[in-house]
């Protein structure tokens, strides 16, 4: 009895000692330098690589097959070619993570040498001092959803054309958000990617201007809203401005021909006031940058000098502000070659929280190497 059940104990010893060598064979096929990698603290928005490096130690090639990366904020790449033996391929791992804190993920490799993945792990920290700069990087709140921006201007575009323009959505709730715009006038469309973001995470809203659709030339302005959470209605706190400039045509050659020259005295008009009343600036949300001090007087004037430099007469089609707080006055629209006009701006302090728009003049010309210009306003 003794006897059998030693030579029985033998046998087991065997097969297990058989079964080990062929896994230990096996995953000897595909050797790593490391299986794991520290990617420290990283800033947020700021995708971090780590390379592992692997070589096969056996006779036969050794491929890649696939690698799951386990999540969408990670890619990889990876040795495509057979690796015969002693030579050496990589994986590079690159993770973009939007949520701050600690993170640590496992990324699995399928090869030609085992039917079981081999797992690499990177782990590391999204820094929290990112949450200071979430307030730089989204300065405009909206309870719990914080914006890039809340003025959206696209570029200039003509009948036929298109243009984009895009802004960031950061959800500071504990919620999950979709990302939406209410209010989208009839010629924007909209993408939103992701269509929902987690908490701590952002999105981007892109939007698309069809120059056809736009109903007038010049200036065309209207108001878009963000919702708070489903069912949101609309109100100046979650109010984002939306400005298009259409032009008429676009550049012709003009050699030869007589035409006429736009030249401004200035596109930056400081208007000067006495005193100061800082929490109005602070109040309707613009920056003391833009702004600067606002006087004790709720109107201030200045005035910018429009000349015709070109040879033939220049034709002011429009002028539009793009803030309800800008009045302009032009004593005429039509002048002559050499003739110089004197355009009045006046600001009523007391409307500039009325629109998010910078406070701006647009001017739309037949000058064909200058159809539009633009004065920017500012404070002191």
């Known amino acids: 009895m003794n006897e059998y059940k030693t030579g029985k104990m033998?046998?087991?010893i065997a097969i297990i000692a058989c079964v080990l060598t062929c896994v230990q064979t096996e995953a000897q096929k595909i050797s790593f330098k490391s299986e794991s990698a520290s990617?420290?603290?990283t800033l947020w928005k700021s995708?971090?690589?780590a390379t592992f490096k692997f070589t096969n130690k056996e006779k036969t090639s050794l491929r890649v097959l696939d690698v799951d990366p386990g999540c969408g904020c990670t890619?990889?790449?990876w040795t495509k070619d057979d690796v015969v033996k002693g030579k050496w391929g990589e994986i590079k791992v690159t993770y973009d993570g939007q949520q701050l804190g600690h993170y640590?993920?496992?990324?699995?490799?399928f090869t030609n040498a085992s039917s079981h993945p081999v797992r690499l792990r990177i782990f590391g920290v999204i820094s929290t001092e990112l949450e200071i700069?979430?307030?730089?990087?989204?300065?405009?709140i909206i309870d719990n959803v914080r914006v890039s921006t809340n003025n959206i201007e696209f570029p200039d575009l003509h009948a036929g054309d298109s243009a984009k323009v895009s802004f960031d959505v950061y959800n500071a709730g504990d919620r999950s958000y979709t990302l939406q715009v209410m209010h989208?006038?009839?010629y924007v469309t909209m993408k939103a990617s992701p269509e929902k973001i987690g908490r701590n995470r952002f999105g981007t809203i892109e939007l698309t201007a069809h120059g056809d659709d736009v109903p007038d030339l010049g200036l065309t302005q209207t108001s878009i809203y963000i919702p708070r959470y489903p069912g949101d209605k609309v109100g100046t706190d979650n109010e984002m401005a939306l400005s298009i400039v259409k032009l008429s045509h676009t550049p012709v050659e003009t050699s030869g021909k007589l035409t006429p020259k736009l030249t401004l005295s200035t596109t930056d008009l400081t208007l000067k006031s006495h005193g100061a009343i800082a929490k109005l600036a602070n109040k309707i949300g613009f920056k003391e940058t833009t702004l600067g001090k606002v006087g004790i007087k709720t109107k201030m004037q200045g005035q910018v000098t429009i000349t015709n430099r070109g040879l033939a007469p220049?034709?002011?089609t429009n002028v539009q502000a793009f803030n309800q707080a800008i009045t302009v006055s032009l004593p005429k629209r039509v002048i002559e070659p050499g003739v110089s006009v004197n355009m009045k701006i006046v600001i009523d302090s007391r409307f500039l929280g009325v629109s998010k728009a910078q406070p701006r003049v647009l001017i739309i010309t037949d000058d064909p190497k200058m159809p539009k210009a633009v004065i920017n306003v500012h404070f002191e």
Not at 133 to 140: A, I, T
């Open 10 to 12: 033998k046998k087991i």
């Open 39 to 41: 990617l420290g603290t």
């Open 47 to 49: 995708p971090v690589t």
């Open 75 to 77: 890619s990889v790449e």
């Open 104 to 109: 640590d993920r496992y990324i699995e490799v």
């Open 133 to 140: 700069n979430v307030d730089s990087l989204f300065p405009y």
């Open 184 to 186: 989208l006038p009839s």
């Open 314 to 316: 220049l034709n002011i």
